[in-house]
């Protein structure tokens, strides 16, 4: 028995799953690998201070740090519901041992090169952060859209007008449909919805917030000035009318 490939087990999927239970992570050691184990194998790791690897016990559970200091697990398991995992094969599972690895899927590329070009193209550090931080803001909580939104203005970003907003959104939108989070288990909501036909779950269309009153709020630059404007905010023209029947869409 291999006490570090156990360990690097039970690093991989809580990193993958945020939350994962110790008979899991027999389950899937044992599909994996020619020497089985059982759960007095993984049982006392439930004891020792895996803290270094962002690892905490919880119960029966292993579950990521970030859960963990929040005290979210009741929450998040209460998101996974039934859901199915998804299992990669060993050597794409093994890679989430790492803390630092992650998955980036065509959507993340996309979306780092309209950043790059278009909003930092001259600070690709922090135009690499803006989309990590997006792509983490996606695994940890996927369905808080406004708070994945939000790291654009954290990172100052000053759109030039509407139509750089409605370019963005969808890119946003696309990556968060292909992020494999914690609550499904690791499989993204793109997944779930083709493969386990949930109507429950359906990806978000990049289109929602088109047009629609729940608009997240990005900073667009008007007369010189940064503010975050709805497209049922005030017109900052001073109209009176609402920004999405007065200068929204118009040429500047």
């Known amino acids: 028995m291999d006490t570090n490939l156990i360990l690097d087990y039970i690093r991989a999927t809580t990193n993958l799953y945020g939350i994962v239970p110790l008979e899991k992570v027999v389950e899937i050691y044992n599909q994996q690998n020619d020497d089985q184990i059982g759960t007095e194998d993984v049982e006392p790791y439930l004891d020792k201070n895996l803290r270094k690897n962002y690892v905490y016990a919880h119960d029966d559970h292993f579950v990521h740090e970030t859960i963990a200091v929040f ?34 899927p065509k959507q993340y590329y996309d979306l780092d090169w309209y950043v790059k070009k278009n909003l930092f193209p001259n600070n690709k550090e922090k135009a690499e952060m803006l989309c990590w931080n997006i792509r983490w803001a996606c695994v940890v909580d996927g369905s808080n859209i406004q708070g994945i939104i939000d790291h654009f203005n954290t990172a100052g970003v000053n759109f030039k007008n509407e139509n750089q907003v409605n370019e ?85």
């Open 71 to 104: 005290d979210e697990f009741d929450l998040v398991l209460t998101k996974k519901g039934e859901k199915p995992y998804y299992v990669p094969g060993k050597e794409e599972l093994l890679k989430y041992a790492d803390v630092n690895y992650y998955e980036k």
């Open 168 to 252: 963005v959104l969808p890119l946003v939108m696309d990556l968060a449909n292909n992020v494999r989070l914690w609550e499904n288990n690791g499989h993204t909501p793109s997944e779930i919805f083709e493969k386990f036909e949930k109507p429950n779950l359906r990806p978000l269309p990049a289109g929602r917030f088109l047009g629609m009153g729940d608009r997240p709020k990005l900073s667009v630059i008007q007369g010189g000035t940064s503010e975050k404007i709805g497209r049922n905010d005030p017109c900052p023209c001073g109209s009176g009318k609402k920004y999405k029947k007065c200068c929204l869409g118009k040429e500047e």
